[in-house]
């Protein structure tokens, strides 16, 4: 990782992978429209790397189940005793899909509340069954995903002789109604006791078919919504986080944080409040939240100004001072109308030790350093061939797009979407100077670039890496395709395998 322990410069950066072609889910054919409420909005492994959920923009989540360790006999821990290696990357199937969110209108607001899901976190989980939160823009729901075994209907014939027995149990207590059933002057009335011994005599019994229902060995999967948190949040719910604690997590809108306890979907917490009173003194919105990966009291959130605060929930109930700040400085000279919003971070994520905290803005990836907040110990350059038509996107409006990152289960690397279903990943170590860009097809290294990426040293820790690159076009020379964006992906969590979105098509890759 970079910075790490500042004698970064001496040690040997790991050579660049050599990405492949894994799977593809919902391939398009071409020229195939795609429906807008098929594309994926949302992409998240668990913490084992052995299932994956996606969520369109339909309200649906979909979940996928590794497949190549069943095949191999067990875990990961278990192949790594083997004698021999395990050459096996990681295989996928599809497992099963439910509805999430639906459409809502709020009357209050005329407002209507789409059903797109916009972030899926995968919890503990417990008992065989799977557990997650999704969340749209306003409600957030706790989902139990688990297998049942299917109960079947084997005979509709009963025993003759149970029927029998049954018949004359039914008989005599229709009976025993019909003795005590008096009118309102004390008059017996039997009209019906008649024909009801018709049908439930000894013989007419044998005709009844009643069905035998036995428990099968086949199991069908079952997605069960556990609970419902909603009414908290004013604005578009952009983020949510799970605590390390496994009782809590956070949900984040443009103005406030709320905490939740997972068991209690009618109370939540407000631990982090923006709004000013007066809305005209507004400057920043909150654009994402995630919790430490270890320690339950520290969480991270991003602003649209560009700067990341860290938060001590152990200093007070509302956390309106943070305790570390990490903004970056602008170069005197540099600003112009766009400065502020390509500063704006889109994601956040913290790395896998809780060390480093990786933020991604239009522009550029930056790795910050938890104990420096100084300025980032990194930063990537994703596509600065843009810079020159920051007009054109602004016009339109692509120069909003919110784009999300991730970084490797070993922290060494770092990757992130761009244009024309291009993705890049970059080496984090000091010395490292690997800048990949994949595209999200059966062939990623297709538009490869040839010219090696460059490192420029403005010190010991802080590292500026571009890419080779050609202003006007892509990293390849090739014209950009504003309409074919990478928003999505995911790093597996003990291997180098990634999965993205590219509209409605879910593509893996491993190295």
């Known amino acids: 990782m970079a910075g790490g322990d500042g004698d970064g410069d001496g040690t040997a950066a790991p050579a660049p992978l050599d990405w492949k072609f894994s799977q593809v889910f919902g391939e398009r054919t071409a020229g195939e429209d795609v429906q807008e409420v098929d594309i994926i909005s949302a992409i998240e492994f668990d913490k084992s790397g052995d299932h994956l959920a996606t969520g369109d923009r339909g309200g649906r989540v979909v979940l996928f189940e590794r497949t190549d360790t069943k095949e191999h006999g067990g875990s990961r821990k278990d192949l790594e005793k083997t004698d021999y290696p395990s050459s096996r990357h990681p ?10 969110h639906e459409p809502e209108f709020d009357y209050l607001k005329s407002l209507e509340i789409e059903e797109k899901i916009n972030k899926i976190k995968w919890c503990q989980t417990a008992n065989g069954g799977l557990f997650l939160l999704s969340t749209n823009d306003k409600t957030i729901k706790f989902w139990k995903v688990q297998e049942k075994k299917v109960k079947k209907i084997v005979d509709m014939n009963m025993d003759p002789l149970k029927a029998v027995g049954n018949g004359s149990i039914a008989s005599s207590s229709i009976s025993a109604i019909n003795k005590v059933s008096n009118t309102a002057n004390g008059e017996y009335t039997d009209k019906s006791h008649t024909s009801l011994n018709k049908y ?48 809590t997590f956070i949900s984040a809108d443009d103005l406030r944080i709320n905490l939740w306890n997972l068991e209690i979907s009618n109370q939540s917490f407000n631990i982090v409040d923006v709004k000013p009173a007066n809305m005209e003194d507004l400057t920043e919105v909150i654009t994402s939240a995630e919790f430490h990966p270890t320690h339950c009291n520290t969480l991270a959130y991003s602003s649209s100004k560009g ?33 502020e919003i390509i500063a704006s971070i889109s994601d956040i994520k913290f790395a896998r030790d809780g060390r480093y905290i990786l933020s991604r803005d239009y522009m550029t990836l930056k790795l910050w350093d938890i104990n420096m907040d100084s300025g980032p110990v990194s930063t990537f350059q994703v596509h600065e061939y843009l810079r020159p038509r920051l007009c054109d996107l602004y016009e339109n409006d692509s120069i909003f797009d919110k784009f999300e990152c991730c970084l490797s289960g070993d922290g060494q690397r770092v990757a992130t979407g761009s244009y024309s279903n291009l993705f890049r990943v970059f080496g984090s170590s000091p010395n490292s100077t690997e800048a990949t860009t994949l595209e999200a097809s059966k062939n ?33 020379g090739n014209s950009c395709d504003f309409t074919t964006k990478l928003l999505h992906l995911a790093w597996h969590p003990t291997e180098n395998s990634i999965a993205c979105a590219a509209a409605n098509s879910l593509y893996m890759y491993y190295a």
């Open 200 to 247: 439930f005599s000894a013989g007419a019994i044998q005709s009844l078919r009643l069905p035998v229902v036995v428990t099968s060995q086949e199991t069908s999967l079952v997605a069960r919504c556990r609970r419902v948190y909603a009414h908290a949040h004013d604005y578009h719910i952009n983020s949510i986080s799970n605590n390390s604690d496994g009782e």
């Open 307 to 339: 700067s990341i605060r860290l938060v001590d929930l152990r200093q007070s109930a509302l956390c309106d001072r943070h305790s570390t700040l990490f903004e970056e400085q602008e170069s005197p000279g540099s600003r112009s109308f766009f400065t």
């Open 444 to 476: 990623p290294m297709r538009r490869q670039v040839q010219t090696p990426s460059r490192s420029l040293s403005s010190s010991i820790s802080r590292v500026v890496r571009r890419g080779g690159e050609i202003p006007g076009n892509d990293t390849n």
């Open 91 to 100: 295989e996928f199937r599809y497992k099963t899909e439910f509805q999430s």
